[in-house]
C-alpha cells in the first residue's frame, strides 16, 4: 500500500524568508504523480505545484518550488519569500498514473511570523 | 479553469435524519468523483470513489449502508448520509478530475453537523 509521509506536524516562517515542508512516500510503482496542496481556514483544496515521477527536472510555480529526489521517494516544498496568505495546512499527496485515487500525508500547517 | 461545485456548505441536522449533499462538476464531465472525509485537524481521508453509471467503490471500513452514493450523470454526485449519528460530524469534500492525468478539482467542502 502506498504511505504518504509529512513529519513535521507545524512549521512557522518569518514573513519574507524561506521554508522548506517535508514529505516522504512508500511506492512500489514507478509511474506515479505528487502534489502538494494548500488548504487555507476558508478549507478549500488548492493545488500548489505537481511533479510527475517520471521528471528529473524539480517543478516550480512562482515561489514555490519542489526538491523531488525519486531514489529517496522524498518530495519536499520550497516556499520562498513567504506571505501572510500562504498561512495553511499543506498536504502532500501521491497519485498512481492511471489511478485517479489520491492518497494524502497527514498535513504540516505553515504559520507566518508578521 | 474547472470548478466543483459543493452543496450544502454547512448543514445541521438531527439525530436520526438523512442528509444528502451533492458535487457538481460546473464546466466539464467528471466521470469520477470522489468523496473524502475530514476529521479536526487531520488529513482528507477517501470514503468512495463515485464512478458515473455504475455503483460506487468504498474504502475499507465505510460503511456503504450508511454513506450512500449517486453519480447519475458525468456532472453530479450526491453521498447521503442516512440515519446520521453526532459521530458523522465532519467536514466532507468531494473531488473530481475533467481527464486522466489531470489533478484533481475539488469541491469547497461541507460541514455536517449531527445533533
Known sequence: AQT???????MSVQEA???TLSCTYDTSESDYYLFWYKQPPSRQMILVIR?????????TEN??????QKAAKSFSLKISDSQL???????CAYRVSGNEKLTFGTGTRLTIIP | GAVVSQHPSRVICKSGTSVKIECR????QATTMFWYRQFPKQSLMLMATS??????TYEQGVEKDKFLINHASLTLSTLTVTSAHPEDSSFYICSA???????????????????
Do not use: C, I, W
Not at chain 1, 515561489?63 to 523531488?68: D, E, K, P, T, W
Not at chain 1, 496568505?85 to 498536504?91: R, T
Not at chain 2, 478530475?97 to 445533533?115: E, I, K, M, Q
Open chain 2, 25 to 28: 462538476s460546473l464546466d466539464f
Open chain 1, 51 to 59: 511533479q510527475e515521477a517520471y521528471k528529473q527536472q524539480n517543478a
Open chain 1, 85 to 91: 496568505g500562504d498561512a495553511a495546512m499543506y498536504f
Open chain 1, 17 to 19: 524568508e524561506t521554508v
Open chain 1, 63 to 68: 515561489r514555490f518550488s519542489v526538491n523531488f
Open chain 2, 51 to 56: 464512478n458515473e453509471g455504475s455503483k460506487a
Open chain 2, 97 to 115: 478530475t475533467d481527464r486522466a492525468y489531470s489533478p484533481l478539482h475539488f469541491g469547497n467542502g461541507t460541514r455536517l453537523t449531527v445533533t
Open chain 1, 4 to 10: 504518504v509521509t509529512q513529519s513535521q506536524p507545524e
